[in-house]
């Protein structure tokens, strides 16, 4: 039993309030973005074993590129690597203005980063884990990928470009 | 009153941590500019080809070097002085405290000697597959196991004197330092865990392969919390030491600072999934209710910061200050210990900012691993915490040694130097990022830089450069004091900002200890047990390693 009861200034007590409102008002817009305006991040996708995804004819990413799956909607399987160069398999990929293309992205060694300028694709790529987010893209364009995670040495020298033509 | 003594043999062990912290900011402060040059186009490291193998070698250094060596072996420092002063009495047994050093000495020894013979060049975070020596894993262990006997010996140091004191509330310095030291012990179970069962076996060929996405879970169960034990120390010294240095403050709030450190103790560890919003093997609903309880750990901030600046008012008006800010002018300035603290939580403020940002799941999309990041933790370990730091350092290194602060006025110009540089340094890496410049590059080298960038990049080396001259400046006054021959008349006065209210009247369920680690422990099993069970259960150990530097 304590008598002993916490000493609050009214100056503070306000304060406090202030700030849980704040943190409740930010956590309020959060929860909006994350699932009222589509906001997507990864999940949990597929594993994959690192050592053969690239090589295994049953894999996907034996053969990366695009895949028009309908008219306008796409698959890109991309594979990052940074054996024997830092590079994305393919490196290049072009669609039309107004595509939807679902990227799968997987690393054949360590981990990289995925990210696409002027987008919100922005995403780890793990080895043994498949990265998917889709994307659609409005406007026409040169829109690049860029390894955000360090790969070694060659890092800095690792994108590819989405090319969107009108 | 004359105060507390220590004897000579606690100042030397206090000092020996301060000594290797120095000795590693040194050598890794060097490196920061030429990373900093490299972004403006000034690539020096073609030079030095013969010691240095790559820009990530440096940086390697500079991360290992500043983030984990120069702040782990400051805080041990600074926590035992706190212990020990703020309880007045010896260590309960010193040489356990002892043992935890030198194996941590141990420790930074062996992790060095593969990063500066680049069989380590794995940045800070060492994510796996990248495969370091085995020394490497190993030093770094011998480090966090050093840190945690350290802390064994803090506690019963505690218990004795709780022992002793039964009913007395425990000396705020000395409270913040065990809650901070207990953080610690809990948080760093992750990276043990990541490195015990994964990365050493792994380097040591005893097992094939990694999970690298259970590794980087691991990593940062102890990755967040880190930034905490960073900062917890030098809330200690703003909360119950600046104030009184800034004019005869006193602490506006003694109990409410000691709820600060307790929500800290249980909040900071289970939100570590929010620097993985965007890993593929994590279930997006513990990534966001990780997010709902980092806003969470922003209200002890928010605590921290209400009673910080009241308690600088209190010293601001007890100079005669007036007005609703001309108060701050009133403050110490010329104090150099006082100086570097208040820039320090000036930048602080932009630093919480930013972190908001980045612990928000949809604007993270835009900043994730972009220069941005690094641009806010410069903010914050590297001017909140390692200002605060130097400091302290500016009174602690006097009080220790028994030598005459050299050149007060060259100390001022380095907290504005730092303050200066870091604002041009910080904000161009903000811009840079928010631009789409990812980080961990040497942007100056890159080949998909767009030329807008150009200007922030200018920047980044011209802010690199101030912080460079402040850092020489900084590591002058340290040598010049340890030289000194003039000594100081009487010990140094510790500064201590006596609480306006007394403790005593406090609640004691402020000085319990038990409620707060079963509440920490429980939240960490509810919201992290579910993923790693998850990540555990699954685990495929199939990434083979790689030496791609």
């Known amino acids: ?166 | 009153m004359k105060q507390y003594q220590l004897s000579v043999g606690e100042k030397k062990f206090v000092g020996s941590h301060l000594l290797v912290a120095m000795v590693a900011l040194a050598i890794g402060t060097l490196f920061g500019p030429l990373q900093a040059f490299e972004h403006a186009g000034w690539d020096f490291y073609p030079y030095l080809k013969p010691l240095l193998k790559s820009y990530y070698q440096g940086l390697t250094i500079h991360g290992v070097l500043n983030a984990l060596v120069w702040t782990t072996f400051f805080i041990m420092g600074f926590l035992t002085f706190n212990v020990i002063f703020g309880l007045k009495r010896p260590l309960k047994n010193p040489t356990l405290n002892k043992v935890g050093f030198w194996v941590m000495v141990v420790g930074v020894v062996v992790t060095a000697i593969p990063i500066l013979t680049n069989e380590a060049t794995v940045l800070f975070t060492f994510y796996p597959p990248l495969k370091a020596s085995w020394m490497f894993y190993a030093g770094l262990t011998l480090v966090v196991v050093g840190s945690w006997v350290e802390g064994w010996g803090l506690f019963m140091t505690y218990s004795a004197w709780r022992k002793e004191n039964a009913t007395e509330r425990t000396p705020f310095i000395a409270f913040g330092s065990l809650v901070t030291a207990l953080l610690w012990q809990i948080c760093t179970l992750g990276v043990a865990v990541e490195i015990l069962t994964m990365l050493l076996p792994w380097s040591l060929g005893l097992i094939d392969g990694v999970d690298p996405q259970l590794a980087r879970t691991y990593f940062w169960f102890t990755g967040h919390p880190l930034v905490y034990f960073w900062l917890l120390p030098a809330y200690i010294s703003w909360y119950a030491m600046l104030p009184k240095q800034a004019g005869e403050g006193k602490m506006f709030s003694d109990s409410l600072a000691r709820l600060s450190f307790w929500i800290f103790l249980v909040l900071s560890t289970p939100l570590g999934l929010h620097h993985q919003y965007v890993d593929p093997g994590v279930p997006p609903v513990w990534k966001f209710i990780h997010s709902m309880l980092t806003f969470g750990v922003f209200f002890p901030s928010l605590m921290t910061a209400f009673t910080v600046i009241a308690s600088l008012e209190h010293a601001g008006r007890k100079q005669g200050g007036k007005g609703t800010f001309a108060w701050i002018g009133k403050l110490n300035w010329s104090d150099p210990s006082v100086a570097t603290q208040l820039l320090a939580g000036i930048l602080f403020f932009f630093g919480g900012i930013g972190g908001l940002a980045n612990a928000s799941y949809n604007v993270n999309l835009v900043l994730h691993n972009t220069a941005f990041i690094p641009g806010h933790f410069h903010l914050t370990v590297a001017t909140a915490v390692t200002l605060s730091f130097m400091g302290i350092s500016y009174w602690l290194v006097p009080y220790l040694t028994g030598k005459k602060l050299w050149g007060r006025k060259v100390a001022v110009a380095q907290a504005w130097t730092w303050f200066i540089g870091m604002i041009i340094f910080s904000n161009a890496m903000h811009v840079l990022g928010l631009l789409g410049a990812p980080r961990r590059v040497p942007l100056g080298l890159a080949p998909y830089v767009p030329a807008e960038w150009n200007s922030r990049l200018f920047q980044v080396g011209v802010g690199g450069a101030i912080l460079f001259v402040s850092a020489i400046l900084y590591f002058i006054v340290m040598v010049k004091t340890a030289l000194n021959k003039e000594t100081v008349a009487e010990e140094v006065e510790v500064p201590i900002a006596q609480p306006m209210q007394d403790p005593a009247l406090g609640p004691v369920w402020l000085d319990r200890w038990a409620p707060w680690i079963y509440g920490a422990l429980a939240l960490i099993v509810l919201v992290y047990g579910p993923v790693l069970f998850d990540l555990i259960k699954n685990i495929a150990l199939t990434s083979p390693g790689f030496r791609v530097w």
């Open chain 1, 1 to 166: 039993m304590s008598a002993q009861k916490m000493h609050i200034d009214i100056y503070e007590r306000n304060w406090m309030i202030f700030s849980a409102i704040m943190i409740v008002g930010f956590a309020i817009t959060v929860s909006v973005a994350a699932f009222g305006m589509g906001i997507q991040v990864p999940a949990p996708e597929q594993r994959v074993d690192p050592k053969t995804v690239a090589t295994d004819p049953n894999s996907p990413w034996s053969n990366p590129g695009l895949r028009e799956i309908a008219p306008g909607k796409y698959d890109a399987y991309i594979l990052a690597r940074a054996v024997p160069s830092w590079e994305y398999l393919p490196k290049e990929l072009t669609v039309p203005a107004g595509s939807k293309v679902t990227f799968y992205v997987t690393s054949s060694d360590v981990q990289h980063g995925f990210k696409i300028q002027d987008t919100n694709a922005n995403f780890m790529v793990l080895p043994g884990q498949v990265s998917k987010l889709t994307i659609t893209f409005k406007n026409p364009g040169t829109y690049n990928f860029i390894c955000t995670e360090f790969c070694g040495v060659g890092h800095g020298v690792m994108y590819g470009a989405i090319i969107v033509t009108p």
